[in-house]
């Protein structure tokens, strides 16, 4: 059964900094593009970054450039997303997302920045 | 960055056809901007339908097809049953800027 659990979501004030991890299970991660999409509470979706197979690409959304890195650890089977510089309009469920047909989600974790 | 244009919102009696479509503000969806639709009910993740334009996953039910239509990606629902009632979102590749968009999202009812 394929499995994807985020993790590391909470309260953190304006300026402040998570790491985000997304634990997969079920299908050979090191195969797929890995992406992390945002949901802003009673909002649309937003497409945060996506990382390739091996960590070497990867590409980003203009509102979270240079503020959020995405990377993986193939052999722990984990896509990350560190967040730096939080502002509220940063706050969000975000859910990590296979890609190349986006067959499977998590179910998010909630980020909240607020002071 | 590009802007993805939905319908904010449609209403489809039930057994009807409906069509969602999903523009980009740089000109013409094609393929090789590998549309996507996803649905997504209330406190529900998002669930991929169309991927590529017109492919389905095992899941999508054959009342859902995508296609391209005059220069939009275009969702059809053929035979629409109240369990379709939901938020529809397009999401386009941009190849050049080497980014991802969603549309602002389509909510169906079906009344």
């Known amino acids: 059964e394929v499995q994807l659990v985020e993790s590391g979501g909470g309260l953190v004030q304006p300026g402040g900094s998570l790491r985000l991890s997304c634990a997969v299970s079920g299908f050979t991660f090191s195969s797929y593009w890995m992406h992390w999409v945002r949901q802003a509470p009673g909002k649309g979706l937003v497409w945060v970054s996506r990382?390739?197979?091996?960590?070497?690409?990867?590409n980003y959304a203009d509102s979270v450039k240079g503020r959020f890195t995405i990377s993986r650890d193939n052999a722990k089977n984990t896509l990350y997303l560190q967040m730096n510089s939080l502002r509220a309009e940063d706050t969000a469920v975000y859910y990590c997302?296979?890609?190349?047909?986006?067959?499977?989600w998590g179910q998010g974790t909630l980020v909240t920045v607020s002071s | 960055q590009a802007v993805v244009t939905q319908e904010p919102s449609l209403t489809v009696s039930p057994g009807g056809t409906v069509t969602l479509t999903c523009g980009s503000s740089t000109g013409d969806v094609t393929s090789g901007h590998y549309p996507y639709w996803f649905q997504q009910k209330p406190g529900q993740a998002p669930k991929t339908l169309i991927y590529?334009?017109?492919n389905k996953h095992s899941w999508t039910p054959a009342r859902f097809s995508g296609s391209l239509l005059g220069g939009k990606a275009a969702l059809t629902l053929s035979g629409a049953q109240p369990e379709d009632e939901a938020d529809y979102y397009c999401f386009l590749f941009y190849s050049t800027a080497s980014a991802s968009v969603f549309g602002g999202g389509t909510t169906l009812t079906v009344l």
């Open positions: 990382i390739n197979s091996d960590g070497g690409t990867t």
């Open positions: 590529d334009t017109s």
């Open positions: 997302a296979r890609g190349q047909g986006f067959a499977f």
